[in-house]
């Protein structure tokens, strides 16, 4: 169930697909030079009587962006969250008529998923001048040719977060080292079924994709094994349970333990695990009954301004798609590798591609069996 409340201070994110262009990115990145200039897309302060109801996944907007748009536009931005790409789905489709929300956030496999269903209306790119500033590695991807229903927000990693004070960080490497007996109780794993799934995949040899009910089937065997480890399940804020003391080992996304770390929690230590990280993208979409469609593009449009997109990775710390941000960014989070991984890293990594309706109904029925015990 989503909660409305009016923006977080810090945040959190998850998942999605980005093509393999993409792994050029980081290497030449550094090198790229602002291609826009943010003055055309500043306009006067407004008094204005709308309100942007923006849907998006927990603490993933600073406050700070929110307090901007509306001080620039007049327009109010309701926030309200969702902790899984399939939560926001089952809401928009129910919701379908209801015009309730007029911006979303989902992962990239889910943008394909969603324009399929007609749950989605095409970009005005006229009306998003800063679009020039994105990367194009992260644009025209075969999820949506042309970003007809998509601009990119953030990208990032899911790999291994270990507390440092309770467990020695160069003992786990791998994703098969949750399994290890003496972690009984004290692993957590993301609640989101294709990020799991995908983690046992890898360490069976098989793509983080798959769509082969064998593989899939043979994934579930190996979660089954992995349940009496398990102490929690979270996709809100995943840093949360290392820094209450709850779990002292598993799986987080790389900005979330950026924030633990700033939070105070300086032991988690995040790792690539040697199977390789799953890798995500998130996305703006406007909804296909939105009402305040224009400031939906108002809004993508802030948030595609070098110096808002810095605000946004620099708090978050997630990487951005925003090429004009890079020469931006204080040279911490520029060199960072958990924010920004290295080519080698990338390389072994892989990006989640959706695997169709049929497979992922499997993964769902394996994962209620597995949350359930049955």
């Known amino acids: 169930m989503t909660s409305t409340h009016s923006a977080p201070n810090t945040t959190t994110a998850r998942s999605s697909h980005i093509l393999p262009k993409a792994l050029l990115a980081v290497s030449v990145g550094l090198a790229l030079t602002s291609c826009s200039n943010s003055d055309t897309a500043t306009t006067d302060a407004a008094v204005s009587n709308q309100t942007l109801n923006l849907y998006n996944w927990s603490e993933y907007m600073p406050q700070e962006i929110l307090d901007g748009f509306e001080a620039e536009t007049g327009i109010s931005v309701n926030y309200t969250t969702f ?11 129910l919701l379908d008529d209801s015009s309730q929300y ?73 994703w098969n080292d949750l399994w290890r007996p003496e972690y009984k109780d ?92 799953l890798l995500w993208m998130d996305n703006f979409v406007i909804p296909k009954n939105a009402k305040q469609v224009d400031a939906a593009h108002q809004f993508i449009d802030y948030i595609l301004r070098p110096e808002n997109a810095k605000i946004v990775s620099e708090e978050i ?15 911490d989070t520029r060199n960072n590798p958990t924010i920004y991984p290295t080519q080698e890293i990338l390389a072994k990594a892989e990006f989640q591609e959706d695997v169709g309706d049929e497979a992922l109904q499997l993964y769902q029925q394996y994962w209620d069996k597995l949350k359930t015990g049955r």
């Open 317 to 331: 710390g997630y990487a951005s798609p925003n090429s004009a941000v890079l020469e931006l960014l204080d040279e």
């Open 102 to 174: 007029d911006l979303a956030i989902p992962s990239t496999y889910y943008v394909e998923k969603m324009a399929n269903e007609g749950l989605l209306q095409e970009l005005d790119k006229s009306k998003i001048s800063n679009f020039n500033n994105l990367d194009t590695s992260f644009t025209n991807t075969k999820v949506d040719p042309e970003n007809k229903y998509s601009i990119p927000y953030l990208w990032g990693s899911t790999g291994l977060a270990i507390n440092g004070d309770v467990i020695d960080p160069a003992t786990v490497n791998s």
């Open 186 to 277: 004290q692993v957590m794993l993301t609640n989101d079924v294709r990020e799991v799934f995908g983690m046992a995949l890898l360490t069976l040899g098989y793509s983080g994709n798959s769509s082969d009910p064998d593989e899939i089937k043979a994934a579930y065997d190996k979660l089954t094994t992995l349940m009496p480890n398990v102490k929690t399940f979270n996709s809100d804020a995943t840093r949360m349970p290392y820094i209450e003391g709850e779990t002292n080992l598993g799986m987080t996304w790389n900005g979330e333990s950026i924030i633990a770390n700033n939070e105070g929690l300086t032991s988690l230590v995040y790792k690539y695990p040697s199977e390789g990280a």
């Open 83 to 93: 902790d899984s790409n399939e939560a926001m789905y089952a809401k928009l489709k």
